[in-house]
């Protein structure tokens, strides 16, 4: 059994603590049937990025910041087949509320919509796409959740199902569980991986140590 220690645990949103396929291949196969695009070739960008960086990669001759805004509207109208990843609840629960965050490429009043939705908690820290600069793959992201939680980059541990995610983790010094939930190990090509949410198991190594032991299946 493999097992890592950190003070703080980053989560990314969609496809991590939640399942959101069927809701957001909806909306990219209607936005890519409008502007005359393969809908495959939307989605090897898409996931963990931003929406308004994906459409200028694959339609710059598009005015990204409009299409964006409209783009948004439809998503946070539609919430359904939204729900929690098995074992995300539990697993959340656990967790002291001080010691994790969430990081998404999504707005924060997505977030919010697709986290009740899903019946899961809000975390004290939300970083998302609107709060920084340069979306995943940058670092940005996730040196804004270590930051907000008060925690050096290398006491946290992130959690994520997508390559973008992965890259903006390790260029912030974190340590980065891939969940293969999106992609397969090997798109992945993360250190330590696994194929479900439900296969990590969390504790704090005890009362006056409050590091968390991630043990993974």
Known sequence: MTQLECEALLFDLDGVLIDSHKCVMRHWEEWARQHGLKLDDVMKVAYGVRT???MRMVAPHLDAEKEAERFAILELADTEGVVAMEGALPLLERLPKEAWGIVTSGSRKLALARLRSAGLPVPGVLVSGDDVRQGKPAPEPYLVGASRLGKPTQACLVIEDAPA??????????QVISVATTHSREELDCLVGVDRLSALHIQTRGEDDHRLVVQID
């Open 52 to 54: 308004v960086e994906t």
């Open 165 to 174: 995610g992965i890259e903006a983790a390790r260029a912030a010094g974190m």
